[in-house]
């Protein structure tokens, strides 16, 4: 299971900016950590995104080709 990042918009700039991947074919592209699922820390974050999400105190954004 995916851990949800908690992330403000200055993050998510910043990492398309400045986090890349390079394809096989030679292209670089943005990419995204993925978030660490450890265990009740993992839950805990969890739960902590989807509250704020429920609550309004947050929104939740999907990411283009995911899975």
């Given amino acids: ?3 949800p990042n908690i992330l ?3 993050n998510v700039l910043r990492a398309a900016r ?3 991947c390079q394809l096989p ?3 670089y592209v943005p990419a995204r950590s993925e978030g660490w699922g450890g265990g009740l ?3 805990r974050i969890s ?3 989807a509250w704020m999400v429920f609550t309004g105190r947050a929104d939740a954004l ?3 080709q995911q899975s």
Avoid: P, S
């Fill in 1 to 3: 299971m995916k851990t």
């Fill in 18 to 20: 400045e986090v890349q």
């Fill in 62 to 64: 999907v990411w283009e």
């Fill in 8 to 10: 403000t918009v200055e």
């Fill in 25 to 27: 074919d030679g292209r």
């Fill in 47 to 49: 739960l902590k995104a």
């Fill in 41 to 43: 820390y993992g839950l």
